[in-house]
T-cell receptor, first 110, second 114 residues
Framework: GENVEQHPSTLSVQEGDSAVIKCTYS??????FPWYKQELGKGPQLIID?????GEKKDQRIAVTLNKTAKHFSLHITETQPEDSAVYFC?????????FGRGTSLIVHP | DTAVSQTPKYLVTQMGNDKSIKCEQN?????MYWYKQDSKKFLKIMFS???????INETVPNRFSPKSPDKAHLNLHINSLELGDSAVYFC?????????????FGPGTRLTVL
């Protein structure tokens, strides 16, 4: 089955800095790579996703890159704000559903 | 209107009991899921279900069973609860071909087994 590794497990940055979270996956059949943000006491919510036919996607301060050959993908958040503080999950998806990474707790200090 | 709702939000019960968690969606999506999130935040798929196919994660004990009375509901039944079942359980829905589409998560049910 699919195995997704996510690093780092904790990331602490100052407001305004950039944050990068990296994931690797094992199953070449995966072709959909979503990123979810989970705030305390809530369910995860999609913030950006990328499909295997695209190498990069950007949405305002958030960008995701995908290298299918190397089987890794990354989330980039620029100009971080305190409200970006949350747990972020990457996932690699096949038809059956997503396999999630173990999450990154992002803390943005004002 | 909440797209995906779960009841109850909190569930505290004794070992050995049988309990159910309900999930309802108003998105009209075809595929529904149950996830378990443990104390370390690890999010693991338990079941995926549409009107044609139930896919079970082989690591899920058979004390857990999903039941779908209709397309808008997928309830989770748990028999003979154990301490290790304590976790947050999330229901999620996605368009058909669910693995390739955004998952919409419910707010979660925190289960505590004493």
């Amino acid at each position: 089955g699919e195995n997704v590794e996510q690093h780092p497990s904790t990331l602490s940055v100052q407001e305004g800095d950039s944050a990068v979270i990296k994931c690797t996956y094992s199953d070449s059949a995966s072709n959909y790579f979503p990123w979810y943000k989970q705030e305390l006491g809530k369910g995860p919510q999609l913030i950006i996703d990328i499909r295997s036919n695209v190498g990069e996607k950007k949405d305002q301060r958030i960008a995701v890159t995908l290298n299918k050959t190397a089987k890794h993908f990354s989330l980039h958040i620029t100009e971080t704000q305190p409200e970006d503080s949350a747990v972020y999950f990457c996932a690699a998806s096949s038809r059956l559903g997503p396999t999630f990474g173990r999450g990154t707790s992002l803390i943005v200090h004002p | 209107d909440t797209a995906v709702s779960q009841t109850p939000k909190y569930l505290v019960t004794q070992m050995g009991n049988d309990k159910s968690i309900k999930c309802e969606q108003n998105l009209g999506h075809d595929t529904m899921y149950w996830y378990k999130q443990d104390s370390k935040k690890f999010l693991k798929i338990m079941f995926s279900y549409n009107n044609k196919e139930l896919i079970i994660n082989e690591t899920v004990p058979n004390r857990f069973s999903p039941k779908s009375p209709d397309k808008a509901h997928l309830n989770l039944h748990i028999n003979s609860l154990e301490l290790g079942d304590s976790a947050v359980y999330f229901c999620a829905v996605a368009l058909s071909g669910g693995g390739y589409n955004e998952q919409f998560f419910g707010p979660g049910t925190r289960l505590t087994v004493l």
